[in-house]
């Protein structure tokens, strides 16, 4: 797992969310960005990690970020989470590992003793320049916000 680390430049991507829509790193030139990794829409923590970004959306937004949260579901399953939970932030549907490549979130993980290949749960802030300024390797999945804002 080769993880981008501060100072490195975020590789060019594009990815579809939730409602088919496609997005691009270019999307966001000149403006403060936080990606969020999940490993899977609508689990319990990570669902309590997007809502707790959504409940300090307003916070993050007067600080001058915007928020964009990639996992490997579907566009259906992100829509669903999305709706269900009406986040005000865009979802990839990263089914083809675009964008968790890019970052370098996806490797071994160790969950009950099984070891398995999977999506970390990283959040990278990203500057106007595409590079990286802050990388969050521990989330705390109810108290997120609190974290990217120290």
Known sequence: MNTLKIGDKVPS??????????????DYK????????????????CTAE?????DNYKELQAEGYELLGVS???????AKFKSKYE??????????????NAFGVWGPKKFMG???DGIHRKTFVVDGDALVTKVIDKVKTKDHAAQLLE
Do not use: M, W
């Not at 997007?50 to 959504?54: D, E, S, V």
């Open 30 to 45: 000149g403006k403060k960005l936080i990606v969020f990794f999940y490993p899977k829409a609508s689990t319990p923590g």
């Open 50 to 54: 997007a809502c707790n970004l959504r």
């Open 72 to 78: 490997a579901d579907s566009e259906t399953r992100q």
């Open 13 to 26: 991507f594009t990815a579809k969310d939730q409602d088919g829509t496609t997005i691009s790193l270019e």
């Open 87 to 100: 986040f005000p932030f865009p979802l990839l549907a990263d089914e083809d590992h675009t964008v968790i």
């Open 114 to 116: 099984r070891e398995y």
